[in-house]
């Protein structure tokens, strides 16, 4: 895996997520109307504040939906935090390929994406962490 690079729009998102939170996190990652925050599992709680202020707080800065994700040790939970609040009835990891089982039918679809952005942007986020493969949806 290669180092993160941030441009300096996201060093200044970072920073005022930083200002507000008081919450460094791992990483912060651009994604057209969604900006995504993953910090340290032990400040999640912090980071999102009382009630949601500071992501509320950060929405209005910001003019976009914000969201906070923990990040985990295992590969597994990380992606099913990613995927909140979307329901994973299983998911297991085989030799880098990792296979998600949803809830239902409309889960499955909401979580592939048209032309399957959503899987292929949930793979790019999982691969700046853990080594795998790809990611299936059955």
Do not use: W
Request: hydrophobic share 45%.
């Amino acid at each position: 895996m290669e180092p993160i690079k941030f441009d300096i729009n996201l060093i200044k998102v970072m920073s005022l997520f930083e200002t507000v939170t008081r919450v460094q996190p791992k990483d912060c990652i651009d994604m057209g109307t969604q900006v995504l925050f993953i910090v340290q599992e032990k400040d999640i709680a912090k980071a999102i504040g009382q009630k949601g202020v500071h992501v509320k707080k950060l929405e209005h800065i910001l003019k976009r939906n914000i969201k906070i994700v923990p990040f985990k040790e295992t590969v597994i939970s990380f992606i099913v935090h990613l995927l909140h609040p979307l329901q994973v009835r299983e998911a297991r990891e085989e030799q880098g390929v990792i296979t998600l089982i949803p809830q239902d039918m409309k889960t499955r679809g909401m979580i592939i994406g048209r032309g399957a952005t959503h899987l292929r942007s949930l793979e790019a986020i999982v691969k700046r962490y853990y080594a795998i493969k790809e990611i299936k949806v059955i």
